[in-house]
C-alpha cells in the first residue's frame, strides 16, 4: 500500500515518461534486497557479539563503502543494458534515452547505497531503544527501503530528465 501511495505522489511524471515505470521492478528489488542483507549481517553480528552498539560508525562506514560499490555495478549494468538494447534495436527507450540510462545509473547507486545504510543502521538504532533488533527483519526493512526508493528514484528522474521528458 505504501509503494502504491509513492508510485501515486508520481504519477504525473508517469504518465509523461512511462518509461519510467519499466524500471520500477529493478528499483525496488535491488533497495529491498540490499536493505534486507544489510539487516540480516548486522543482527547476525550483533547476536554473535561481533559488534556493539559503540560500533556503529564502523558500521555505517562500512556499508558505505559496500552499498557505493554495489550500487555502482548494479547502475553500471543497468546504464549498459539500456545502452546495448537501445542500439541494437531490442527496446526503444526514446528520443532521450541516454538521459534515460543515467537516471537509472544515479538512481541505482543512491538507492543501494540507502538501501545498505538503513538496513544495517535500523538494527543497531532499535537495540539502544532497548528494542528487539530482529523485529527490524527483511520485510520491514524491505518496505521501509522500496518506499523511500521510488522517492529517491522519481526525485532523480525529475532533475535529470526535466525539460526533455518531464
Do not use: C
Not at 559503540?54 to 563503502?65: G, I, N, P, Q, S
Not at 549494468?77 to 528520443?95: A, H, K, S
Amino acid at each position: 500500500m505504501l509503494t502504491a501511495s509513492a508510485m501515486g505522489h508520481f504519477e504525473a511524471e508517469i504518465a509523461k515518461a512511462v518509461v519510467l515505470a519499466l524500471f520500477v521492478p529493478l528499483i525496488i528489488s535491488s533497495g529491498g534486497n540490499s536493505g534486507s542483507q544489510a539487516a540480516t549481517l548486522i543482527i547476525r553480528a550483533m547476536a554473535l557479539k561481533e559488534i556493539s552498539l559503540k560500533d556503529w560508525w564502523y558500521v555505517a562506514r562500512r556499508e558505505l563503502l559496500s552499498g557505493l560499490t554495489l550500487g555502482l555495478v548494479l547502475g553500471a549494468i543497468g546504464f549498459i543494458r539500456i545502452v546495448l538494447w537501445q542500439n541494437m534495436g531490442i527496446f526503444d527507450y526514446g528520443q532521450h534515452w541516454i538521459l534515460v540510462g543515467w537516471t537509472i545509473f544515479l538512481s541505482l547507486i543512491g538507492i543501494v547505497l540507502w538501501g545498505t545504510l538503513t538496513g544495517s543502521l535500523i538494527p543497531m538504532f532499535l537495540k539502544k531503544l532497548k528494542l528487539d533488533p530482529a523485529t527490524s527483519s527483511a520485510p520491514f526493512v524491505a518496505t521501509l527501503v522500496d518506499v523511500t526508493g521510488l522517492v529517491i528514484y522519481f526525485s532523480i528522474a525529475s532533475i535529470i530528465l526535466k525539460g526533455a521528458i518531464l
